[in-house]
């Protein structure tokens, strides 16, 4: 019993990102995953092809393929770096490069390990301020034929809501929110994408302008949200995460691996749209504005199935992982 | 370059359980890492070796060795599973049970695959009431003589200042802080350990009496504050972490190992004081009372070495972590 009862506990809990919500009976206190397996079809929102970049990296040690797909994150919410890695997947660049770094309870990295590979011409340059570049989204989200009362009452009731509820309180912004799939910390001019596990941003040099998007990372560990406004997201694994996170710790200075042969190739990466049409995946991810989201965060910051004695009363925003599934045609 | 000025920003983020902190010149703006480089002798606690848990895992496929080491927390801030465990390990009980279950962003967890192994006679039953057993422990670190106006106001002052500085908010708990070592959350009655990255936890069934200490899990993914204070916490990986956290993900439910092949097997575990004195490993970790701890959590709440354009101006409690380092005797 011990297995299946931990395991009782444990079962929402799980990145949902596979698709693999248990069905069953409605339950009076659904989990999580309950909640997001009873979504309609109309929450469900298609990830643009465009926005996919799938990653091969060479197989395992038992000849098993290993594919990683990462949502591209579209502006406002990333700015120049997603151009410039579009360019880079057209130009096959990633193609020979390797996983170079593996950091525990940090990062993964991935990129030339050679640092001398030529860049595709016309990467854009992306300035520092694109770091914190657009002013807040929520406008996008209420009707515009509104009043400016009306939009400021919907807006404050809104916020009410949703902090009342799940994120009271968060160590690195004044606030965070979801919006159209994604998390974000807000303060009172702007927002900003946050560095959720996961999620994949763009190693650049001491000065802020010098990331192309040509050496990429994901997180692996505690959420680093000092990162955020600091180094560029670009996206978040969706598929084959485990590829990545349960790769050997590098053991040189910051997890890089110091025998070559311990990097692990990288056959190649490419747009969903450059990949034949029946090859290329279909994702959806669950609408952060519908009604399910709404329960489903809900019940992960205040837990009442049978495991639970105590809810926690809120979640930290990385705790609240969109729920993202693929998307299987008959 | 690009890899060693983005390793130089992660330089101060590795989980500092290998005492690998750079040495070097002071900086203006020191890295937390430096910062705990030049802490004194004075702030650094042994721990005793009947709190050292030491798991051999058999070897890796490349005939490796894999040791977990295991700081228990002795009570108040763990009640009587602690004790069980040292009867598991006093009674050789792991000896030939295994890693059964590792689930992405979440937990590996390790007992008997079988559930019918007995348990070892003595084990204590803990009652739910010990997931929150004590009152506040801000009071052990006061002088037993000030009055209660001195005590009161010290008290204030402590908390502010810590405040101040580091974690301003916290998801889960009304106030978080450290003591002895250990990452606590707090609301106006009682304190209680919470679930970081590397914590290890009891499993146990859905009634809250039924966990004994058998069945351990540690968190590999972000951490799953939720679970604070509906299931115990014993301590924490302090070295070896990355054999159970770069395990592979299991494709059962919950990341259980579906083939029993596939189960890590676990060779021993043992308390240090029942190994050969020399082969007792000694840990230290830094005091979480002393000025160097201070300065480390304010430098990792508010990063201005050079890398940095924006200090995020707190941290979350899990990114703060107690550096440890094995000490070697000459």
């Not at 109309?42 to 990296?57: K, Q, Y």
């Not at 057209?90 to 990062?107: E, F, I, K, L």
């Amino acid at each position: 019993m011990k297995k299946h009862c931990l395991a009782a506990l444990i079962c929402a809990l799980t990145l949902p990102s596979f698709g693999a919500f248990a069905q069953g009976a409605p339950a009076a206190s659904p989990s999580p995953g309950e909640i997001v397996a009873q979504a309609p079809a109309s929450e469900w929102v298609a990830i643009a092809p465009e926005d996919l970049l799938v990653m091969e990296l060479s197989a395992d040690r038992d000849r098993k393929p290993r594919r990683v797909v990462i949502q591209l994150m579209p502006p406002p919410y990333s700015q120049g770096w997603v151009g410039n890695i579009r360019k880079l997947a057209a130009a096959h660049w990633w193609d020979g490069t390797s996983v170079n770094r593996v950091q525990d309870n940090y990062v993964v990295q991935w990129g030339d390990a050679s640092e001398e590979k030529p860049l595709p011409r016309g990467l854009a340059t992306v300035p520092e301020s694109a770091y914190v570049a657009f002013t807040h989204i929520t406008l996008r989200e209420l009707p515009v034929q509104m009043t400016a009362e009306e939009r400021a009452e919907a807006l404050a009731s809104a916020e009410q809501h949703r902090l009342e509820h799940w994120v009271q309180r968060d160590a690195y912004a004044s606030e965070v929110k979801f919006s159209e799939g994604w998390p974000l910390g807000m303060d009172d001019k702007s927002s900003w994408p946050v560095h959720c596990y996961g999620m994949v941003g763009v190693g650049r040099n001491l000065s802020p302008d010098t990331g192309t998007g040509a050496e990429l990372y994901t997180v692996i560990g505690q959420a680093p949200r000092h990162l955020d406004r600091n180094i560029a997201l670009v996206g978040r694994v969706i598929e084959g995460m485990e590829h990545l996170s349960s790769l050997p710790r590098g053991t040189g200075d910051l997890g890089f691996y110091e025998d070559p042969a311990q990097r692990v190739p990288i056959v190649s990466a490419r747009l969903a749209t450059d990949l034949p049409q029946a090859a290329q995946p279909k994702f959806q991810y669950l609408s952060t504005e519908g009604a399910t989201f709404e329960r489903y965060a809900d019940a992960r910051a205040n837990r009442r199935d049978p495991f639970f004695n105590v809810p926690a009363g809120g979640a930290d925003i990385c705790n609240i992982p969109v729920p993202v599934r693929k998307v299987t045609e008959n």
